[in-house]
């Protein structure tokens, strides 16, 4: 398969997308967030997660797996992960630029956390991102339990 292909194709894919409601969106980035998770992410999350002495190591262990993410801990208990660049395969090979798949990145973020505190305990929220124009992506993340690792 070429590249032109793979740029027509993910035109008319965007272009498709551009045309779906917010919810609808949602459901479709939901899955490829979740595939996206299930390639790479989610493992060095559970992974780490595992040899951890408390969650103040698994968040420094997440940070040196995965050069150029910052995560930083608020003291009203949410979580901010911060990308210095976007790690999207389909946007680092010039296929996608459009904000609306970063939907398709808050999904992943969400499975990889929830993969260690469990489905529904996990909210991620969406900040900012590269493709809206700004210096880095931002998402805030809150987990239905304390800082601690068990």
């Known amino acids: 398969m070429n590249d032109d292909f793979l740029k027509i194709w993910f035109a008319g894919f965007h272009s498709g997308m551009d045309k779906m409601d917010d919810k609808n969106r949602s459901i479709l980035l ?9 390639s ?11 040899k951890s002495n408390n969650f103040d190591d698994f968040l420094e262990r997440i940070m040196a797996g995965i050069p150029g993410l ?14 210095r660049q976007c790690f999207c395969g389909l946007v680092m090979s010039g296929l996608v630029d459009s904000p609306a798949f ?4 808050r999904q992943s973020l969400r499975y990889n956390w929830e993969a260690i505190f469990g489905e529904g305990n996990v ?19 809150r987990l239905d339990r304390s800082f601690d690792c068990d």
Do not use: P, W
Request: aromatic residues 8%; charged residues 30%.
């Open 30 to 38: 939901s899955e490829c967030g979740k595939a996206c998770s299930d």
């Open 40 to 50: 790479f992410s989610r493992q060095i999350y559970v992974e780490e997660y595992g």
């Open 70 to 83: 910052n995560i930083e801990k608020h003291e009203d208990g949410y979580i901010e992960v911060i990308y």
């Open 102 to 105: 970063c939907e398709c990145s």
């Open 123 to 141: 909210e991620v929220t969406l900040l900012q991102s590269i493709l809206e124009g700004k210096d880095s992506c931002r998402l805030l993340v």
